[in-house]
């Protein structure tokens, strides 16, 4: 597996605004943005200043540190299964800081499940598989009454949903009433079984799948539904490096369904997740750029490709991802840079072209490039 665009260099790279106060510089980097961009280079800072690794390090700035290690090791571990993926698991790792869900998008073959499988493993975190199929039924994912023949009563039987990482493998492939049982769950983070809520795991986290070149048969993602996933990551096939590298291991004896064997452990938790929500929630974000956001998604709005721009659920959730990405990059405060990181992944499934922009070959991609290019950035 690969990452959307080559992998940058093993050095943090923390996006700096001109105007910006030095930030914390972090012994560890958090992999390229889920859109798979390198972030720019990091800026220097002097030994003893606030954020750094100076013996007079405020114990919130030295905590923050040591949860980023965490998370960066969460990387490492993945990286025993699963080659070449560091954009996606750094895109994962957001979803889980931002309490949001994933769609993945990516042709079959490309280890997605092994994925989902190894960070649980390095997280130290529940999964479960549900492959979706045409005779899927809303109870099959998220519980449903049983009768119990010895005590003449009801009782519920809980469904796969009710773990902390959900694969939702090929969720494209069952009707919409059964892609609508997530909704709530999705949403609400419980289901509600014969009128009584039952609250779900946290974290709690949906990694859907589906396929980008086989629609025989599938019945599209609703934008009601699509809206409700924080981040859509793509997933294309290897280069040659990684894929030489994946037949090296396997000739090595690697086994995918024996994680263990390879050596992969858990090394992070549901604790650290939980800490390091906090710490994303006292980042800091300016009104101009909270201006910003807002601009690029009305932008989305008045494109003349787009017959569905961003909706303020999107600017939500761009906010929300900019804020994490900007944690662990090791700052307290969101720049312009971080929106435009995150722009991609959070906003290429909350637009919907136009049917004469897509016969004259525009894609969402390049309509959000042409956004980002059009609105002015905040100095």
């Known amino acids: 597996m690969t990452d959307e665009t080559p992998r940058p260099p093993s050095t943090w790279g923390v996006p700096q605004s001109p105007t910006a106060p030095a930030a914390e510089a972090p012994a560890t980097a958090p992999g390229p943005t889920p859109s798979g961009a390198p972030a720019p280079a990091a800026p220097q800072v002097t030994p003893g200043s606030p954020g750094t690794d100076a013996p007079g390090r405020s114990a919130a700035t030295a905590a923050g540190a040591d949860l980023r290690a965490s998370l960066a090791a969460v990387r490492t571990e993945v990286?025993?299964?699963?080659v070449g993926q560091d954009a996606a698991v750094t895109g994962l790792i957001i979803a889980l800081l931002c309490r949001g869900h994933v769609l993945l998008e990516g042709v079959p073959g490309v280890a997605k499940t092994l994925l989902v499988r190894s960070l649980s493993g390095a997280l130290s975190l529940g999964t479960k598989r549900v492959q979706f199929t045409p005779d899927l039924m809303p109870g099959d994912?998220?519980?449903?009454?049983?009768?119990?023949?010895?005590?003449?009563?009801?009782?519920?039987?809980?469904?796969?949903?009710?773990?902390?990482l959900l694969l939702a493998d090929e969720i494209n492939r069952t009707p919409p009433k059964t892609q609508a049982s997530l909704l709530?769950?999705?949403?609400?983070?419980?289901?509600?079984?014969?009128?009584?809520?039952?609250?779900?795991?946290?974290?709690?986290?949906?990694?859907?799948?589906?396929?980008?070149?086989?629609?025989?048969?599938?019945?599209?993602?609703?934008?009601?539904?699509?809206?409700?996933?924080?981040?859509?990551?793509?997933?294309?096939?290897?280069?040659?490096t990684d894929e030489v590298e994946v037949l090296a291991r396997h000739a090595a004896?690697?086994?995918?369904?024996?994680?263990?064997?390879?050596?992969?452990?858990?090394?992070?938790?549901a604790d650290d997740l939980a800490r390091a929500r906090e710490q994303v929630a006292r980042v800091q974000v300016a009104q101009e750029v909270l201006g910003y956001v807002v601009d690029v998604c009305r932008a989305t709005r008045t494109s003349p490709s787009l017959g569905l721009g961003v909706s303020p659920r999107g600017a939500t959730a761009l906010l929300a991802t900019s804020?994490?990405?900007?944690?662990?990059?090791?700052?307290?405060?969101?720049?312009?840079d971080?929106?435009?990181?995150?722009?991609?992944?959070?906003?290429?499934h909350r637009v919907q072209?136009?049917?004469?922009a897509e016969i004259e070959g525009v894609t969402a991609e390049s309509v959000l490039d042409t956004v980002l290019a059009s609105v002015p950035v905040p100095r």
Do not use: I
Not at 253 to 269: C, K, N
Not at 353 to 356: C, H, S, T, V
């Open 79 to 82: 990286g025993k299964a699963v």
């Open 141 to 164: 994912v998220t519980g449903s009454l049983v009768y119990d023949a010895r005590t003449a009563q009801f009782s519920f039987r809980e469904g796969p949903v009710f773990t902390n």
């Open 184 to 240: 709530e769950a999705m949403e609400e983070r419980q289901v509600t079984v014969d009128g009584e809520p039952r609250l779900l795991p946290d974290p709690f986290v949906v990694v859907a799948t589906q396929n980008p070149v086989e629609y025989e048969g599938t019945y599209p993602l609703p934008e009601a539904q699509l809206d409700r996933f924080l981040l859509k990551l793509l997933l294309p096939l290897p280069e040659r």
């Open 253 to 269: 004896g690697f086994d995918p369904r024996d994680l263990a064997a390879a050596g992969l452990r858990a090394v992070a938790g």
């Open 323 to 336: 804020r994490a990405w900007a944690w662990l990059c090791g700052r307290d405060y969101v720049t312009p």
């Open 338 to 348: 971080d929106v435009q990181a995150l722009a991609h992944p959070t906003l290429r």
């Open 353 to 356: 072209l136009r049917p004469e």
